[in-house]
């Protein structure tokens, strides 16, 4: 079985530009999750999306993030501008979804993210 | 409110046991513990739903109390492989998990 896919795995910019990151859950899959892990720190969701639907997102900055689901499969997470502290790994892991909670959580390989 | 995790950092001799906790100051509807070696994703070790569950698999084991908010990760007669960090991930009836910040367990030969 696959696992959750993510790209790009590394991306270097400067302040203020923009970057997005891909990810493509575990088929069949129905919940899929972003989150932001500073070095040293655990994972701090950013947005959960049950199908194509929002569940939480109640950590992602509005102001500068964006996060879509489109079709219910695989997502974008957009930042712009991006700012120093946005340094982090990009992690997106994936559920089987069927309650939405007290679920195994499949992670992505990241995508590490330098803002210079 | 994210989990506090003990200790911060453990380093052991391969064979020695270590016990990791993880309490939260909201009750605990779950508790998810992963572990994370350096430059790769998390890897899903065990899930407990209810209060009073035990579980465990090969030499890593885990418990939850529920009335006291905490859940303990047993590693018994660690070995090489076992060094990364331990991450526990609390559910507090919403959909959200909260991660804490990690125990970072070194074994040496």
């Known amino acids: 079985e696959a696992g959750v896919a993510q790209s790009p795995r590394y991306k270097i910019i400067e302040k203020r530009q923009s970057v997005a990151f891909w990810c493509n859950p575990i088929?069949?899959?129905?919940?899929l999750y972003w989150y932001q892990q500073i070095l040293g720190q655990g994972p701090k969701l950013l947005i959960q999306?049950?199908?194509?639907?929002?569940?939480?997102d109640s950590q992602l900055p509005k102001d500068r993030f964006s996060a879509e689901r489109l079709k219910g499969v695989d997502s974008t997470l957009k930042i712009q501008p991006a700012k120093l502290e946005d340094s982090a790994v990009y992690l997106c892991?994936?559920?089987?979804?069927?309650?939405?909670?007290?679920?195994?959580?499949?992670f992505g390989p990241g995508t590490r993210l330098l803002v210079l | 409110q994210q989990p506090v995790q003990s200790p911060q950092a453990v380093i052991l001799r391969e064979g020695e046991d270590a016990v990791i906790n993880c309490s939260s100051s909201?009750?605990?509807?779950?508790v998810h513990w992963y572990r994370q070696k350096h430059g790769e994703a998390p890897v899903f070790l065990m899930i407990?739903?209810?209060?009073?569950e035990q579980k465990g698999h090969d030499k890593i084991s885990a418990s939850f109390n529920e009335k006291k908010q905490q859940s303990s990760l047993y590693l018994t007669a660690s070995q090489l492989s076992y060094s990364g960090t331990y991450f526990c991930?609390?559910?507090?009836?919403?959909?959200?998990?909260?991660f804490g910040a990690g125990t970072r367990l070194f074994v040496k030969a």
């Open positions: 991930g609390t559910e507090h009836g919403g959909f959200k998990t909260i």
């Open positions: 892991a994936s559920s089987v979804g069927t309650i939405g909670y007290q679920e195994t959580q499949y």
């Open positions: 088929s069949g899959h129905a919940t």
């Open positions: 909201k009750a605990l509807y779950s």
């Open positions: 407990l739903l209810k209060g009073g």
């Open positions: 999306f049950q199908n194509n639907g929002v569940v939480d």
